[in-house]
Structures are given as C-alpha cells and as structure tokens.
C-alpha cells in the first residue's frame, strides 16, 4: 500500500493549522511547545477517526462506522492491541502516520491490579479515550518540514484526500473565540488537610509498606466557554515538550507535561521519568541557586533513583534480558515555572512485544505513584479525596507501524460539564519535609493557577 504525502507550508507555530480542525470532536493535537518551548521536535495533528474505543465502567467500546463491539470487564489495553493489530505495519520516516491518538486514565490500572473502592469518582469521563486515525499532519521543527501523511487504510480518507489537502493549504482566519473562569479556584486540601496525610504516608514509610509515595492535591474551578482559547495561552506562558490539546466529545484535555513516559521508535524504548524540582524564579541568581541547591540535592537524587530503578524493572518485562540501562541520571531541565531533575533509561524491545504490551506492563507510570508501586496506589487510593482520572495517566500516540510516544499526564487540565480540573503532587519519602512538599504542589500547580488567574482576572486562593 502506498502512502499518501502531501507537502505543506512550514510555520514556526502549528496552532494555526490545528485551529482548522480545533472545534471538531476527537480532534486531537500533539504538541512539542514550539516556537517557545526549547526540548520538542515534532508536532501531530489529526481529527476525523474513522474508530473510537472508549472505557468507561468497565465496558470498552469499539464504534467503527455503525459497527459497535463491546467488551465487558475486559483488559482495555488487550482490546486496543486487537484492534490495532487489523492493519499492517507499514514503516516510514516520519514519527506517526496513522494509529491510536489518546488518552489512558490513571484509573485504568483498576483493569490491572486489585485496588480499594475509597476514593470520591468525581470525573464522570471515560478512563480511556482513543481514536484511530488514518492520517495526520506532522509538523518537523528541526527539519523545518510539515507534511499531511496517510496509510489510506479508510477508503473515505483516500477519496477525500483533495479536500483534506485543500483544508490544510487554504489561507487560514482564526475564529475569534472566549474561556472564563467564572468562580475562585478551590482545592480539595488545604494545608491542614495535606498535612495530615502527609503524617500517614511518612508512618507507613516508617513501618515498612513503601519507600516512596505521591501525593497529590485536586484544583477546580467553574468555567465557560471554549477550551482551546484557554490551551492557547497555556501554551504561550508554560511551553513543554510533551504538550496536548483534544477535543473529545465527553471532554476537552489542555496538557503541559514535561515529562515523556514511554517512546518506542523500531524496538528501541525509552523513558524519562522526573524526580526532583525547584521553582523558577524572575531574579537570575535566585533562579540559578535554586537550579544549583536541586542538583546537588543528596535527597532528591535519591528519590529519583529509586524511580529509575522501579522503570528498569517495569520495562524489562517487555525488553530483551540484558538491554535496558540508565543512560543518563539527575540531568537538569528548566522549564518556565520549575526546573527538574530529569534521568533517562532505555532497553530493547524483545521479540514478539509490542508497544502496548509495554505500555500495559509500565502502568501507570511508577514517577507519579511511588515505591513499591501497588502498595504506593493502594496508599494513593485511601488518602487522596478524588481519583485522579487522566492525571498521572498517560497521553500520546501508537502508531500503526508499532511505535509509540507518550507523555506522564501531568500538569494537565480536564475540562468538562463547565468544569476545569487540574492536579499538582509530589513524591514523598522518609526525609520529607512537610512544608516543602506542600509548596511543591502550588510550585508545580503555578502555570495552571496563573492559567485560571488570566482568564478569570483573580488570584486563586488557598481553600
């Protein structure tokens, strides 16, 4: 089968071309946070899938056309894997042409492990929402190239391939549109709250049941209006790599995640999980020390290692004995409201493994759970208030051709049912302070606040 190319015009900024598509369902885009964001490379963008698989309450749906297939308290992933498997894998030099776009819910690990039933589910949104597209604009910033690509598996995409082209040559007029944060930005734990359950994870660090656990503190607010406008300034003050826009129909997913959890390219795998982070500040040598005071940090290096060695021993399940190494340890990023620690850790994928069993196998992400990761997720669910939904689940791409690139969903909002949702967290260990991990969250939560605070023109509070 051959692919379908078509060359387009290159711009520094891609949200132009996905503003196109911006207001359709299951438009969805991948965002590297260029031309601001120093790290990202590509950028996709896609819309109009030709299936849709969602989970919700234990039912997986397959809709495809008029066809529906349902799948009860079935493994999603193993349903997802099946589906994907009905296409060929044609290879091309390009990160993606048509595959799986979307989201896995942090709650899908419900599907993989036994976890209690404690905390409040206030979502109300699918714990995974997919579709499967059979073309996509790939914007390449290194190389200064956009393409519009297509495998052509959907007859309807081959005999529309003209106006699909002429969509995304034709000049361009954004539409004008608003986003109001329409009540003060309240949190599900204030500091007593935290406090509290900070104390209960540090003396189950005491007595033995884990190393390391992550908690976390959930943001709302009430809002109207259109979530792209509100994705587009997010962007503008917080670029990141790992950046994502979706327009599903149950919900809109605004992400600024720094972080890259699962890249598969071929058989080489990769992970980067963080670990450690100091704020950001506008006076340039307290910005340094800061930057400075985390890299040298003994306890931080510590709690990222601990990390590292849990997705070691989560992506061996899926790698070749012998091939997964840390290749780089406590690398320091800066991003525009925190700098990180950052490590790097790759392997090889075995024989007979695909991305999904990897990505099953890894889930959810062992940098936003703790250590060991069950019982850091049974702790998760009995101190947290409400489930965490997409945060701490992953976002991204797999491909037909059996690559993959997600990103770990954090510092990322939900918005749905007038809603805006966001969360902030940070790993706990024995030599925690409480004090500091709290401002952590406000420290990582900075950029959605300051998000809320322009759109609302008030300063969120404490509550």
């Known amino acids: 089968m051959r692919l379908l190319r078509q060359s387009l015009d290159y711009h520094p900024d891609s949200s132009a071309l996905f503003g196109r598509i911006a207001h359709e369902d299951w438009a969805v885009f991948l965002d590297s946070g260029k031309p601001l964001g120093q790290y990202?490379?590509?950028?996709?963008?896609?819309?109009?899938?030709?299936?849709?698989?969602?989970?919700?309450?234990?039912?997986?749906?397959?809709?495809?056309?008029?066809?529906?297939?349902?799948?009860?308290?079935?493994?999603?992933?193993?349903?997802?894997?099946?589906?994907?498997?009905?296409?060929?894998?044609?290879?091309?030099?390009?990160?993606?042409?048509?595959?799986?776009?979307?989201y896995f819910g942090y709650d899908l690990g419900r599907y993989l492990e036994k976890l209690p039933d404690t905390a409040l589910d206030a979502e109300g949104i699918p714990e995974m929402c997919l579709g499967i597209y059979d073309w996509a604009v790939i914007v390449d910033h290194r190389e200064q190239r956009t393409s519009l690509v297509s495998y052509g598996y959907d007859e309807s995409?081959?005999?529309?391939?003209?106006?699909?082209?002429?969509?995304f040559e034709a000049p361009y007029q954004a539409v004008a549109a608003e986003f109001r944060v329409v009540s003060a930005v309240s949190s599900n734990l204030d500091e007593a709250g935290y406090a509290g359950r900070f104390e209960h994870v540090k003396r189950y660090i005491t007595e033995g049941d884990c190393y390391q656990v992550n908690l976390a503190q959930r943001f709302s607010?009430?809002?109207?209006?259109?979530?792209?406008?509100?994705?587009?300034?997010?962007?503008?003050?917080?670029?990141?790599p790992f950046m994502a826009f979706m327009n599903f129909p149950q919900c809109q997913l605004l992400s600024g995640s720094p972080e890259r959890f699962l890249q598969?390219?071929?058989?080489?795998?990769?992970?980067?999980?963080?670990?450690?982070?100091?704020?950001?500040s506008k006076d340039a040598d307290e910005d340094e020390n800061n930057a400075r005071d985390l890299k040298a940090s003994l306890k931080d290096r510590a709690e990222n290692l601990m990390i590292v060695d849990l997705l070691r021993n989560d992506i061996s399940k899926s790698c070749e004995v012998g091939s997964v190494q840390a290749d780089r340890l406590?690398?320091?990023?800066?991003?525009?409201?925190?700098?990180?620690?950052?490590?790097?850790?790759?392997?090889?994928?075995?024989?007979?493994?695909?991305?999904?069993?990897?990505?099953?196998?890894?889930?959810?992400?062992?940098?936003?759970?703790?250590?060991?990761?069950?019982?850091?997720?049974?702790?998760?669910?009995?101190?947290?208030?409400?489930?965490?939904?997409i945060y701490c689940g992953a976002i991204g791409y797999i491909g037909f051709d059996g690559n993959m690139d997600t990103n770990i969903a954090i510092r990322t909002a939900?918005?749905?049912?007038?809603?805006?949702?966001?969360?902030?967290?940070?790993?706990?260990?024995?030599?925690?302070?409480?004090?500091?991990?709290?401002?952590?969250?406000?420290?990582?939560?900075?950029?959605?606040?300051?998000?809320?605070?322009?759109?609302?023109?008030?300063?969120a509070e404490k509550k």
Not at 157 to 167: M, N, S
Not at 264 to 280: A, F, L, M, N, Q
Not at 346 to 363: H, I, M, Q, S
């Open 40 to 102: 990202g490379r590509y950028d996709i963008i896609t819309g109009r899938p030709f299936i849709t698989i969602t989970t919700q309450a234990g039912m997986t749906t397959v809709q495809h056309g008029a066809e529906q297939r349902q799948f009860t308290r079935q493994d999603p992933f193993e349903v997802l894997k099946s589906v994907l498997a009905e296409y060929p894998p044609l290879s091309a030099d390009l990160p993606f042409c048509g595959g799986a776009i979307g």
């Open 221 to 240: 607010a009430q809002a109207q209006g259109d979530a792209w406008a509100a994705y587009l300034h997010l962007r503008r003050i917080s670029p990141a």
């Open 264 to 280: 598969v390219s071929g058989r080489h795998v990769e992970t980067r999980p963080i670990k450690g982070t100091r704020p950001r």
């Open 157 to 167: 995409t081959r005999a529309g391939w003209a106006k699909l082209c002429d969509l």
């Open 330 to 389: 406590f690398a320091l990023e800066s991003f525009a409201n925190v700098h990180h620690l950052v490590s790097t850790v790759t392997g090889r994928l075995a024989e007979g493994k695909t991305a999904v069993d990897l990505l099953r196998g890894c889930f959810p992400g062992g940098s936003i759970t703790g250590a060991p990761k069950l019982r850091a997720m049974e702790i998760i669910e009995e101190l947290e208030p409400h489930r965490r939904g």
């Open 414 to 459: 939900i918005y749905s049912n007038n809603e805006i949702r966001f969360w902030a967290g940070g790993g706990i260990v024995a030599d925690s302070e409480m004090q500091k991990e709290y401002r952590e969250t406000w420290d990582k939560a900075s950029s959605m606040l300051q998000l809320m605070q322009y759109f609302s023109g008030e300063s």
